[in-house]
């Protein structure tokens, strides 16, 4: 359980990190949403786990994470509520939904990746 623990722990300052550098990066010119969600996998990568479930819980995370950033950045100018953002999030640019879609892979392929497995490796096709 220790290890799930320090696997959330890295997720969260990994995302605290990428929120902020996020717009900083914003404001020099550029636009990078998968950073939030991507930073916080990378954060969360750093420990391994014996468990499946913090890869699925940095996935959501990672989402929910992107999403407020993109709505703290660029709300709709109809109506500024994150009610409204989320319904109308499908009118955002396809290039936007798919870097939305990147760090939200990022955020639960790395954690998910570091899983250790119990399992002994097979004897023939280890050589």
Request: proline share 5%; hydrophobic share 50%; net charge positive.
């Amino acid at each position: 359980m220790k290890q799930a623990a320090l696997v959330l722990g890295g997720a969260v300052l990994g995302g605290v990190v990428g929120y902020f550098a996020f717009f900083w990066i914003a404001q020099q010119g550029f636009y990078g949403i998968a950073l939030p969600g991507g930073l916080l996998g990378l954060g969360a990568g750093c420990v391994a786990c014996r468990w499946r479930w913090p890869s699925v819980v940095c996935g959501v995370m990672a989402l929910a994470l992107t999403l407020f950033t993109e709505w703290k950045h660029a709300p709709f100018a109809k109506d500024e509520s994150l009610s409204y953002f989320l319904m109308h999030l499908q009118d955002k640019a396809t290039v936007k939904l798919l870097m939305i879609a990147a760090g939200t892979f990022i955020g639960f392929w790395v954690p998910f990746r570091r899983v250790e497995s119990d399992r002994q490796p097979n004897p023939k096709t280890s050589a």
